[in-house]
Nanobody, 114 residues
Framework: VQLQASGGGQVQAGGSLRLSCAAS????????MSWYRQAPGKQRELVAG???????NYADSVKGRFAISRDNAKNAVYLQMNSLKPEDTAVYYC?????????WGQGTLVTVSS
């Protein structure tokens, strides 16, 4: 499975960005799709995830600001990021799990300036 992420960029604090990630190369729809992020010098952390049925989970640090959604027909996942903070600065990676097999996208950089 190949994952192609897009939508990163530079924004001022309080601004918004929308990340997109499309999965290709599989006839099966991912059971679970998610976004992780990795800031410089820190470990990669889960930001938000969504199951094929629509259930979602979020890191406490982004609850109420970020919203994850998916389009099962397109095998795509999106992350709407609002009220961005400088601490949200990181490389964001999408991930897809298909029957236990995990695949990663290439990452897209989000930079939030104060």
């Amino acid at each position: 499975v190949q994952l192609q992420a897009s939508g990163g960029g530079q924004v001022q604090a309080g601004g918004s960005l929308r990340l997109s990630c499309a999965a290709s190369g599989s006839i099966l729809s991912p059971n679970y799709m998610s976004w992780y992020r990795q800031a410089p010098g820190k470990q990669r952390e889960l930001v938000a995830g969504i199951f094929s049925g629509g259930s979602t989970n979020y890191a406490d640090s982004v609850k109420g600001r970020f919203a994850i959604s998916r389009d099962n027909a397109k095998n795509a996942v999106y992350l709407q990021m609002n009220s961005l903070k400088p601490e949200d600065t990181a490389v964001y990676y999408c991930n897809a799990v298909i029957y236990g097999l995990s695949s990663w996208g290439q990452g897209t950089l989000v930079t939030v300036s104060s």
